[in-house]
């Protein structure tokens, strides 16, 4: 509609308006305030050789679009180069970092190159895994008398030792791969009145031919050459003179012990200031930037002892094969009655047996 007919209309309209009543003007003043959807004519489309649409000319057609090698073939390199090189940088630092990756590239290096079978998840694998620091034979069971001293027959230097005694040590059982997933020996030493034993383990006794026990003990073997036959007994003859052995036994109990003689501890200051407080632990942890709370396994006071201690190279200075007797160079865990397993050293060659 032109402007000029458009304004003609609207002046009517205003004119009309205000000749009538004054409920019929506000009525539709309230209506033009409303702002009603405004109602557009439509125009036809223009035609193909009329108005802003006309015939394409040939000087006025698109340009071809550039191929994919114009427009990556320098930045592509480039960004290959410069991946390949931060891949790299970042490899060497974890490698020499990070001990996983370490260990694995070992692993790699020397399976492919000495010909080995790679190793897997397996409970087989895991035991071949293990199987380098497993002992050839089993260990034996014995009691420790006490500590004396020897002399040296070459130095002619006094020396401590201690004696371990064997009484009556057996074969009780066998574990095998097959049925239990490891190679193991079960021995047992002392003797124990039947009337002392439960009936589960008085069966066990009787279906393998053996005495009662007073302990039970298992050592692993590597494989089924290490199997000893049940019933045979092993004495103090099992070790010689000059080997090394690991021994085992439950160190001496201390009762509640403070964090000074438990750990070590420092302890405070003798005077500036500190009172009846001189052999405290201190703080137990952080407020709020440690989380509010004593982390687990915090030292502190506590039950001090009791536990078993392993005591690796000890060497065997005499054996007594009659009276079962196996002299030890220096000291072991454990006071004196308590029971000691001896194995073979695993940080030692293995000893060479007739």
Not at 13 to 40: D, E, G, N
Request: with cysteine; aromatic share 8%.
């Amino acid at each position: 509609m032109p402007p000029r007919k458009a304004g003609f209309l609207n002046y009517q309209w205003r004119t009309s308006m205000l000749q009538q009543p004054f409920c019929f003007r506000r009525q539709s003043s309230l209506l033009k305030h409303a702002r009603l959807p405004t109602h557009r004519t439509l125009i036809a489309a223009p035609g193909p050789n009329s108005g802003p649409l006309m015939s394409r000319r040939s000087d006025r057609a698109l340009p071809p679009l550039p191929s994919f090698w114009r427009i990556w073939g320098r930045s592509l390199p480039i960004f290959v180069v410069v991946m390949t090189v931060s891949s790299l940088c970042i490899f060497n630092y974890q490698k020499t970092s990070s001990s996983i990756v370490a260990a694995t590239l070992y692993a790699l290096r020397t399976s492919e190159g000495q010909g080995l079978a790679q190793l897997g998840a397996s409970a087989e694998a895991a035991l071949e895994r293990k199987a380098y620091t497993t002992p050839l034979r089993t260990g034996a069971l014995g009691t420790k008398k006490g500590m004396s001293a020897v002399y040296d027959t070459e130095t002619g230097r006094r020396q401590a030792v201690t004696i371990v005694q064997m009484d009556r040590v057996q074969v009780v059982a066998h574990k095998t791969r097959d049925k239990d997933g490891y190679y193991a020996v079960q021995v047992g030493s002392g003797w124990k009145h039947p009337s002392n034993v439960t009936r589960p383990l008085l069966g066990h006794y009787a279906v393998n031919g053996v005495s009662p026990k007073r302990h039970l003990v298992e050592f692993k073997v590597r494989d089924e050459k290490g199997l000893l036959n049940i019933g045979e007994m092993v004495g103090a003859g099992w070790f010689h003179e000059g080997q090394f052995v690991d021994a085992r036994a439950e160190s001496r109990g201390m009762g509640f012990a403070g964090g000074m003689k438990r750990w070590g501890f420092k302890g405070q200051g003798a005077s500036h200031g500190v009172s009846l407080t001189h052999r405290a632990m201190g703080s137990s942890g952080q407020s709020q930037g440690g989380g509010s709370r004593v982390l687990p396994g915090k030292k502190m006071p506590g039950r001090m002892g009791g536990n078993q201690v392993t005591t690796q190279n000890v060497k065997v200075v005499k054996v007594d094969d009659e009276k079962g007797i196996v002299v030890l160079n220096g000291c072991i865990p454990g006071p004196d009655g308590c029971l000691v397993k001896l194995s073979d050293a695993i940080k030692k060659p293995w000893p060479e047996i007739p």
